[in-house]
């Protein structure tokens, strides 16, 4: 059912241009937190393994957006398809807006692994789905060799750095990414929600002030009016 679902999200080529260009987004915010990351490690391994794991980051963005501008330039007309659908078909979320100056090297490996875990499943899913769009099959597909790579060294260096510890911390960035994926459904309920509350008040409030600011225009004469003049006038009014 998710393969028909993926299928149907990227046949439409100005949505797939969108998710691209968004995709190209988060891959480079992704590169920028993990240029930090090597920035603050102290272990020499990490950091040149997250400084290449950031060029990477960066490469992918480039190739998104490069396939997303020229799908864009290839539609004829546009599609009247608004949806990009990311809540279904995600790209990758990286650090996932993780305080990376707050984080471990051990708990900073295992939020990495299980986010380039979920990402390599989902472009998988992508290039199954993508049968017909060689072009951009053959970007995920480059992309996904890499994302295979990054899970499996960030989960090596989790059982190097944290021998003992990488079961839980793994279990534990597994709840944080819960946690995170329950705020961002209950923001968009809360989205949505707002929504239709402002559009309630605008059609049941408004129009009784606007029909009572109406009848107070009615009864005012029209033109100039001549104000009868005033003997003693207060001295600390404007007026
Ligand atoms: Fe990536
Ligand atoms: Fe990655």
Redesign the pocket.
């Known amino acids: 059912m998710f393969a028909l679902l993926h299928r149907w999200i990227w046949q439409d080529k100005q949505r797939c241009a969108r998710k691209l260009l968004d995709f190209a987004e988060t ?1 480079a915010d ?1 590169g920028r937190d993990l240029v930090r990351a090597a920035e603050l490690t102290g272990d020499p391994t990490l950091r040149r393994l997250f400084t290449v794991h950031a060029m ?2 960066g490469r ?1 963005a480039e190739l998104f957006r490069a396939r997303g501008a020229d799908l864009l330039k290839s539609l004829e007309r546009p599609s009247s398809s608004r949806l990009s659908m990311n809540w279904v078909s995600p790209g ?1 979320r990286g650090l996932d807006d993780l305080r990376v100056h707050d984080e471990s090297d051990a708990s900073l490996l295992a939020f990495l692994h299980l986010s380039e875990k979920t ?1 390599a499943g989902h472009f998988a899913a992508y290039v199954a789905a993508l049968e017909k769009d060689a072009a951009t099959r053959a970007v995920f597909n480059q ?1 996904l060799k ?2 295979s790579y990054h899970m499996n060294y960030t989960l090596a260096q989790l059982t190097r750095v944290a021998p003992q510890r990488h079961k839980a911390l793994l279990w534990k960035a597994r709840l944080s990414r819960l946690w995170k994926a329950y705020l961002r459904v209950m923001s968009a309920i809360a989205g949505v929600m707002g929504a239709i509350m402002l559009t309630l008040q605008y059609f049941i409030l408004l129009p009784p002030f606007a029909l009572l600011a109406k009848r107070a225009a009615a009864k005012e004469p029209p033109g100039w009016r001549e104000i009868p003049p005033q003997q003693e006038r207060s001295l600390k009014s404007q007026f």
């Open positions: 891959e992704g990477d980051e992918h990758e990402a992309i890499d994302e």
